[in-house]
């Protein structure tokens, strides 16, 4: 074990940043630059959210140490950063919060997970869960124990949502809040980053910056990630009992924010194939391919209309939709905030 006081190693954590646009918020009083495992944790103007995380993570029931590794995105404000500190500050959890200056998913995740290898050089796993979500009990033993029996580069396992409106209990089963897979298991690919362990081999083999920051404020960077990750060959396991849990407050429940997101799921499914695709032939074909979903999927919805809700009916239309938009530059940024905090 290599302990090491913060206060005298203050050299050692800030040559792990790296980065001009990224600056040291606060740190625990000491780090174990020997644990193997670390878990990163974006935040953007969720504080009382984050203590529900964090407290998850200091109730994780495992004899493995791991560090943590939080970083604020809201430069201005900073509301996450001092909640940050107080865990740090008073060794219920160890490792550092930074802040991240340029604002946006991708930034943020990138600025988490460079510097969770940087700081740790002996970490060979590392997880990551958002401010809004919280780990079950048992999450972080059976994401590890995963990766060491299968060899696995990437897990994924379920965000479960919490609706802070619990009248449509029916809305978990919707394709926006429905996790991939109901099975513990090889995948052929996982699709958020909100409940994942990735490799350092991963990170290796995908380079820098792992998560592209053209998704910054439309999102789908983690999307990207994951289909690069297909692309390049590592393989992925899904663990449907490391369950998390999501938050989705009454603002998240109504058909128009859910129909915004089918609709920006077909764009950022768009763009990812665009953005793979190493010909104009293969772009010809998937623009051919945008144009001519929306008949295919008005079929599909009328399907699912017998047996379903209006709101998870309609989503394949929505998608189809999004798609050709994009197809046409429609460029969404659900993500990019205003400077000052509300």
């Not at 040559?15 to 193997?36: H, K, Q, W, Y």
């Not at 050089?121 to 994401?143: G, Y």
Request: hydrophobic content about 45%; overall charge neutral.
């Amino acid at each position: 074990m290599t302990l090491i006081p913060t206060d005298l190693s203050a050299s050692r954590v800030s040559d792990a940043v790296r980065d001009s646009n990224r600056e040291i918020a606060a740190s625990s009083r000491v780090i174990d630059l020997s644990v193997g495992i670390v878990v990163c944790i974006p935040c953007f103007r969720r504080p009382q959210h984050l203590r529900l995380t964090l407290d998850s993570l200091v109730d994780q029931r495992t004899p493995r140490s791991f560090a943590v590794v939080m970083v604020e995105n809201d430069a201005a404000g900073r509301a996450s950063a001092p909640v940050a500190a107080e865990y740090l500050a008073s060794g219920k959890l160890q490792g550092i919060c930074l802040v991240e200056k340029r604002q946006g998913n991708c930034q943020a995740i990138n600025a988490a997970f460079e510097t969770a290898q940087a700081l740790f050089p002996a970490a060979t796993r590392f997880l990551m869960i958002d401010d809004d979500e919280i780990a079950s009990p048992d999450w972080l033993e059976l994401m590890v124990r995963t990766a060491e029996a299968t060899g696995a580069d990437i897990v994924g396992g379920p965000v479960l949502p919490v609706f802070d409106d619990d009248s449509q209990p029916w809305l978990a089963r919707h394709p926006v809040f429905c996790p991939a897979y109901d099975y513990t298991g090889a995948v052929p690919l996982i699709y958020g980053c909100g409940n994942c362990l990735i490799t350092r081999a991963a990170f290796d083999r995908l380079g820098s910056p792992a998560f592209d920051p053209r998704f910054n404020f439309l999102g789908g960077g983690d999307c990207d990630f994951f289909n690069r990750s297909r692309d390049a060959g590592l393989n992925f396991h899904w663990t449907a009992e490391a369950v998390i849990t999501e938050t989705v407050p009454q603002s998240r429940s109504n058909p128009a924010w859910i129909a915004k997101r089918s609709l920006r799921l077909g764009v950022i499914n768009y763009r990812v194939q665009v953005k793979a695709a190493r010909s104009a032939a293969v772009r010809m074909r998937l623009f051919a391919q945008a144009l001519g979903r929306l008949p295919l999927s008005l079929v599909r919805s009328a399907r699912l209309l017998a047996s379903s809700q209006a709101v998870v009916a309609i989503h394949p239309v929505l998608m189809a939709v999004g798609s050709m938009l994009a197809a046409f530059g429609y460029d969404p940024k659900p993500y990019e905030a205003s400077k000052i905090a509300s």
